[in-house]
């Protein structure tokens, strides 16, 4: 692949992990406040999720 096409791969792979999480995390946690749910774990794991996908980036450079 060229360069171009590996940056565009590693920015999509980001935004997924990045904003994609946390938006699935944010409709977990309203079925969690409508169950009445300790909800302390999730701002915790959101603030996580951007790290995670630079971790997936730099996986990936170490690999190839």
Partial sequence: MEQKEITKTRLIIYVLLAYGLTCLM???????????YDLTVF???????????????NWN????
């Fill in 26 to 36: 944010g409709i977990l946690m309203w079925y969690g406040s409508t169950k009445g």
């Fill in 43 to 57: 701002p915790t794991a959101q603030m996580m999720y951007p790290a995670t996908g630079l971790t997936r980036q």
């Fill in 61 to 64: 450079r170490i690999k190839t």
